[in-house]
């Protein structure tokens, strides 16, 4: 049977992905003749001593770039802090680094999230926040839809009194090839709960750009 890939749903994208929309995966053999045939395709010969391995290399490191698939946002959330003595304010962890691919041609785009949530009667490990970037840096997808999923995630599973997340990045995919504009970024938002108030997405970007550590 041939692979069937359906588009993601929101819902479908909050849960691990490989079940939900590869009806079957293909083998090890199978992408590393994938491989080999692109190799062709670029104009070289995938048989000369170099590039022997590289097919096996490439299948390996698609485990390592694309393991966002195999992983669930929700269950990287579910543990909650609750004892932080009343405090309510913002928190927010910024200049989180990601290394995404773009869902059109599966060239590199390369930033920074930052995300700023009030807390609604708990708290989640830092590091955690850093960690549903991972998951969803390490699929294929658009800008636009990292930075809805990963606020629809936290909003979803804390339901905190607002979260805001910003996304900074440079697509190879507008730099190295198309178009070829070295340095120019794209900015994205997506804010839900108190964040929706104009002044505190103004609050949120001025922690966001203030001076570092
Ligand atoms: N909105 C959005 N566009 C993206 C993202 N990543 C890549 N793109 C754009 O996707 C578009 C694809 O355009 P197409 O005309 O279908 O493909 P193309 O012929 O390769 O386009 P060029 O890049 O202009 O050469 C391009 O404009 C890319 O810049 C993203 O994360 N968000
Ligand atoms: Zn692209």
Redesign the pocket.
Known sequence: MDAVVKSLSADQALRPAADTFLVRKPTREEAEEAVRTLILWAGDDPSREGLLETPGRVAKAYRELYKGYDEDPEEILERVFEEVDGYRDMVLVRDIPFYSH????MVP?VGKVHIGYYPNGGVVGLSKLARVVEVYARRL??????TAQIAQAIERTLKPGGVAVLVE?E?M??SM???QKQGSS?MTTQYTGRFRDPAEQVRFFTMVKSPGL
């Open positions: 773009c869902e059109h041609h785009f997808q658009t800008q636009e839809t990292m990045a697509h995919c507008m090839r198309g178009v794209t």
